[in-house]
C-alpha cells in the first residue's frame, strides 16, 4: 500500500524560509516522478514543482527563484525548499506520485507579513 507523509509547515513571516517533506512508503518511490501541490482557502489545488525520477525538475512561475525540490532515494522522500516566502504562499501543501492518485495528509503553511 503506497502511503505519502508530508512534515515541516508552519507559521513563518514574510521573507522566512521553511523545508517541507514528504517520505513515501510502499514500494515504488525510486521509479516514478513526484510533485508538490499547495490548495489555498476556497481555491483550486494548482502544481508548484515536480521533479523526475532521474532529478529533472520544473517549478510554477510563482515560485521560480524561490523554491528548490529534491529528493533523496535512499530515503524515499522528497523535500521542497522554500525561501523568501510570501502571504500568497500559504496554503496547505500536498506531495504526489505522478501520475497516481496517490497523495498525503497535506501540510500547512502560513506565511505572515
Known amino acids: 500500500q503506497v502511503r505519502l507523509v508530508e512534515s515541516g509547515g508552519g507559521l513563518v513571516q514574510a521573507g522566512g524560509s521553511l523545508r517541507l517533506s514528504c517520505e513515501v512508503s510502499?514500494?515504488?518511490?525510486?521509479?516514478?516522478?513526484m510533485a508538490w501541490y499547495r490548495q489555498a482557502p476556497g481555491k483550486q489545488r494548482d502544481l508548484v514543482a515536480q521533479?523526475?525520477?532521474?532529478?529533472?525538475?520544473n517549478y510554477a512561475d510563482s515560485v521560480k527563484g524561490r523554491f528548490t525540490v529534491s529528493r533523496d532515494n535512499a530515503k524515499n522522500t522528497v523535500y521542497l525548499q522554500m525561501n523568501s516566502l510570501k502571504p500568497e504562499d500559504t496554503a496547505v501543501y500536498y506531495c504526489?506520485?505522478?501520475?497516481?492518485?496517490?497523495w498525503g495528509q497535506g501540510t500547512q503553511v502560513t506565511v505572515s507579513s
Open positions: 521533479i523526475t525520477s532521474g532529478g529533472s525538475t
Open positions: 504526489n506520485v505522478v501520475p497516481y492518485d496517490y
Open positions: 510502499g514500494g515504488i518511490f525510486g521509479g516514478v516522478d
